[in-house]
Structures are given as C-alpha cells and as structure tokens.
C-alpha cells in the first residue's frame, strides 16, 4: 500500500486531557504515528489506534529532548515511513508554540498539512480558576506575551504591556519573575494584584495570589516554577479569594 504523508498538527489544550477539541480526538484516532510534547496529556494517547508508534519530543525540567531542528526532521522522516503524522503539541500550537515553524518545513518538502486549533492555557488556566481576563469596567483587552526571548532576555513587549491598563498574561516567565515584576513596578504599579498558576487545569494545579511588589517573594516561599502562568492586573482581584474584598472595597 502506496504511503500518502502528511502532518497534523493538534492542540492538545492546557493540560486537562477533556480540554481538547472533539476535533482533535478523531485526528489523534487517525493517527499512523504521533509526535508528542511535554505538557500534552499522554492520556490523550489512549484515542490511538493499537500499535501507533509514539514519539516523545518535549522538554522536562528544560532539558530538551531535541532541538526544533531535530523534530522538524523527525516529523519529515515520520511523515514519509508512516503516512499521517500528528505533532500533539501542548495549549494551541500557533501561541508560543512554534507550530508555523513545522508547518512551513513540511510544505517544503510538499508534504500536505492540517491544522487543529487547541484551548490556549494563556486564557484557559486563568479562566478555570475564576480570573476572567477582561471584565466590563475592569479591564477592556488583555496581552499575552513569553516572558524569555529565544536568546533568554526578557521580551521587550512586556515593558510596553506594563504601561498599560490591559491585563497582561506572561507565559514561560518564572525564571525571570523578580526582573519582570521591577518592570511593573517601574510603571507605578506596585499594588497591581497578581496571579500565578502552577500545572494550570490538572490535578497537581496551585496558585499564589499578591501584588507586583511581593509576588516574588510567594513564589519563592512556595517554591512556584514553570509550567506556570502569570496574570497581571486588576482582574486578578475578580479571583473568588480575593472578590468580597474587590467588591466592598469599590462601593466606598
């Protein structure tokens, strides 16, 4: 039988393996080979048929267990000795992601390709924990930034979200928190209520709750670490441990 190659690439969603599309189920049922990251469920892996070979090619504890190179090579060697390869990559594939940069490798190589957008856990994690990331007469829009650049500084859009009144989600951001939070508070914003989540949307989940000027100091006590979120901004005062207060305090 003629191998017809091809990639998929499927959001898996933020973590809690029910929190991916219907449609992404019946691609991961199609399956002849699935190439998986660190933060996708592996229970999702249960929906594949029998004997489909599973390749992990995530990070865990930042140690990487290949560069994006290698996998963009390994989704091409996949493609063309099984068929049908899906990439189940973590949240959506397309934020922060680096969907596009395996979707443009596979059409170099005239491989066709598919797209299965996922729940992004940038609105999902803070959402399930009761933060809503705009809120009439709160917050009009809302930022999501990385918190590290590809060269591990601190991404200069973060210096322009702080100067705003929107709410700001900061993804992979914990090794650089003490920094980003100067940043914030450099904006006179040093009672700006924050929120960060740890394992957002599965059962190890734990969240801290403070303000720009002692957030990093919480972390530290807890011992918070990536995969964590960070929310920025008065919605966070929306939280349910932090509402009665939000609320009897604006009817003054």
């Keep these: 039988m003629k191998i017809e190659p091809k990639l998929t690439l499927v959001g898996a969603g933020p973590g809690d393996a029910e929190l991916i599309t219907l449609k992404g189920i019946k691609a991961i049922q199609k399956a002849d080979v699935i190439l998986y990251d660190a933060l996708a469920n592996e229970d999702l892996l249960g929906y594949a048929k029998p004997n489909t070979p599973l390749v992990f090619v995530g990070k865990r504890r930042g140690s990487c267990a290949f560069s994006q190179a290698e996998i963009n090579q390994l989704i091409i060697e996949n493609a063309l000795k099984y068929g049908n390869c899906v990439r189940l990559k973590g949240g959506d594939p397309f934020i922060f992601g680096r969907g596009y940069e395996e979707i443009e490798f596979a059409r170099a190589f005239d491989i066709p390709t598919e797209i299965v957008p996922g729940i992004s856990s940038s609105i999902a994690v803070p959402e399930l924990q009761g933060i809503p990331l705009t809120s009439r007469g709160v917050s009009e829009s809302f930022w999501v930034t990385t918190g590290t650049t590809k060269d591990n500084s601190i991404s200069t859009d973060i210096a322009l979200a702080a100067k705003s009144t929107a709410t700001v989600v900061i993804l992979m951001a914990m090794s650089k928190l003490e920094e980003i939070m100067q940043i914030f508070a450099n904006e006179n914003k040093s009672q700006t209520p924050v929120a960060i989540i740890q394992h957002g949307t599965t059962s190890q ?39 009665k207060v939000f609320v009897e305090k604006n009817r003054l």
């Design 205 to 243: 989940e734990r969240y801290i709750l403070g303000s720009v000027s002692d957030i990093s100091e919480k972390a530290r006590k807890e011992n918070i670490d990536n995969p964590a979120i960070i929310i920025v901004g008065e919605v966070v005062n929306l939280h349910p441990d932090l509402i």
